[in-house]
């Protein structure tokens, strides 16, 4: 090999006047040093042995998901010494190193977002020495669903499947089809989402994270919805009422028991745990609020519920409380606590047919979020700040709501034109593509530390 010449940046062997080194060093000691003469005159002015290689890669940057097409040559492998045994590839769509042709072409599909790195290698007896190393990257893909603030949102699509969908991901139920008229339940289980619904054989169906669904054959009330909650780790309980009328209670650990307690027909429960176990908040026999306390059992409020709405219901941190808020029959807002028998206006007119939704921040503030007498989703926390989204709901459609994972809230609802809609505190409100069943509500949840 002539002295003259120079190897490319990134071509050509790095370790090339290693190789040709070993080459000539072969030499050496067939002749001996006393002989240079003669040893500089065996050698070839232009040796074969010149390991070259080169990657190509098209694109240079894709979106995870996409593929690209790795395109190798290598030339001047022969009368090396020590001889070259093998040309290596690693990298995504390769063995990490897999022996591969002098040239040649493979698409592959890169699994990671980042930087994906493929590096050429040629193989002596002695080891591997590098040819080339080249690079694409790999973007995240664009997010499904803006505005999740990194919870997760249960709803009936279009066609009427029960759907979680979250950030980055849709999964859709393996069962059958949301009941029309009723609404599917999210929740936090463990680090993951559970989901309720009733199916259109009129039975209660729970949802886990992968989307497999379980018809559990326990027999719901015309038009009703359940509602799940955590229990702790990865047990849950969903409150739903049944076919008889009555408020019954399954726990993932132990089966269902009825509560034995009347409901009123066409609605629907709500549930939540505290520190001593769940409590529900549903609309009695008579069409007033009441409650399953898991410490008292039963309790009973005088305060009727506007016809054909539900009440909501969250826990306070560090107790056995809760607190439930509620449409009263004058289509005001109202709510209550575990602490009181009285309830308590709030100033706020609500959409007739609809329902609130609550959830409890840091610190034990509360918010609800509610459809409000004009027609738009509007918030109101514990320390009687409301918030107007101005943005509109489908009417007989009801909102839900979550913490954010940064921080506030973050409501969902039906918009008027069946897509999903959603607002974040600070952010503001961000359409959906999401297209929903007609008339129906989705459920907000948001992992959290389960801590009650």
Same mark, same amino acid.
């Given at each position: 090999m002539s002295k003259s010449r120079t190897a490319r940046a990134g071509s050509r062997l790095a370790g090339a006047a290693a190789v040709l080194a070993l080459a000539l060093g072969g030499l050496a000691a067939t002749v001996g040093p006393a002989d240079a003469a003669t040893r500089a005159a065996a050698t070839p002015a232009d040796s074969p042995c010149d390991p070259v290689g080169n990657i190509n890669l098209a694109p240079v940057s894709i979106t995870l998901g996409g593929q690209v097409t790795v395109q190798w040559t290598t030339r001047g492998l022969t009368g090396c010494n020590p001889a070259i045994t093998s040309v290596l590839m690693s990298g995504p769509g390769f063995d990490?190193?897999?022996?591969?042709?002098?040239?040649?072409?493979?698409? /592959?599909?890169?699994?990671?977002?980042?930087?994906? /790195?493929?590096?050429?290698?040629?193989?002596?007896?002695?080891?591997?020495?590098?040819?080339?190393?080249?690079s694409t990257t790999v973007n995240p893909p664009p997010p499904v669903v803006n505005g999740l603030a990194g919870g997760a949102v249960g709803f009936a699509d279009s066609s009427g499947t029960e759907t979680k969908a979250e950030t980055n991901s849709i999964t859709a139920s393996?069962? *059958?089809?949301?009941?029309?008229?009723?609404?599917?339940?999210?929740?936090?289980?463990?680090? +993951?989402?559970?989901?309720?619904?009733?199916?259109?054989?009129?039975?209660?169906?729970?949802?886990?994270?992968?989307?497999?669904?379980? +018809? *559990?054959?326990?027999?719901?009330?015309?038009?009703?919805?359940?509602?799940?909650?955590?229990?702790g780790g990865t047990n849950f309980a969903v409150a739903f009422q049944a076919n008889t009328g009555q408020l019954w209670l399954y726990r993932s650990q132990t089966g269902a028991a009825s509560l034995k307690l009347p409901m009123a027909p066409g609605t629907s429960p709500s549930a939540t745990l505290t520190r001593s176990g769940v409590a529900v908040a549903y609309v009695g026999q008579n069409g007033k609020l009441s409650v399953f306390d898991p410490v008292l059992g039963f309790g009973g409020y005088t305060a009727p519920v506007a016809p054909g709405t539900s009440p909501a219901i969250t826990f306070v941190v560090g107790g056995d409380s809760y607190r439930i808020a509620y449409q009263a029959p004058d289509h005001t807002l109202?709510?209550? +606590?575990?602490?009181?028998?009285?309830?308590?206006?709030?100033?706020?007119?609500?959409?007739?047919?609809?329902?609130?939704?609550?959830?409890?921040?840091?610190?034990?503030?509360?918010?609800?979020?509610?459809?409000?007498?004009?027609?738009?989703?509007?918030?109101?926390?514990?320390?009687?700040?409301?918030?107007?989204?101005?943005?509109?709901?489908?009417?007989?459609?009801?909102?839900?709501?979550?913490?954010?994972?940064?921080?506030?809230? /973050?409501?969902?609802?039906? +918009?008027?034109?069946?897509? *999903?809609?959603?607002? /974040?505190?600070g952010t503001g409100v961000t359409p959906t593509p999401l297209v929903m069943a007609g008339g129906s509500s989705p459920s907000m949840a948001q992992i959290d530390n389960g801590v009650r």
């Open positions: 990490s190193p897999e022996q591969v042709s002098a040239s040649g072409s493979r698409t /592959v599909t890169p699994t990671q977002a980042g930087t994906a /790195v493929w590096t050429l290698d040629v193989a002596t007896r002695l080891g591997q020495t590098q040819l080339d190393q080249q393996s069962g *059958l089809h949301v009941m029309s008229g009723t609404n599917p339940s999210l929740y936090n289980v463990g680090q +993951d989402y559970e989901g309720a619904y009733q199916g259109t054989n009129g039975d209660l169906w729970i949802v886990d994270s992968a989307g497999t669904a379980t +018809d *559990l054959g326990l027999g719901m009330a015309a038009g009703t919805s359940p509602s799940i909650t955590t229990t109202r709510t209550t +606590d575990s602490t009181t028998a009285q309830t308590f206006a709030t100033g706020q007119t609500m959409a007739t047919g609809s329902s609130p939704a609550m959830t409890t921040l840091s610190g034990n503030q509360t918010v609800i979020a509610f459809g409000g007498s004009d027609g738009t989703i509007r918030t109101l926390s514990s320390t009687g700040a409301v918030t107007g989204t101005n943005a509109q709901f489908l009417a007989g459609t009801s909102p839900s709501i979550a913490p954010a994972a940064g921080g506030g809230v /973050v409501a969902v609802w039906d +918009d008027i034109n069946s897509h *999903l809609g959603t607002f /974040v505190t």
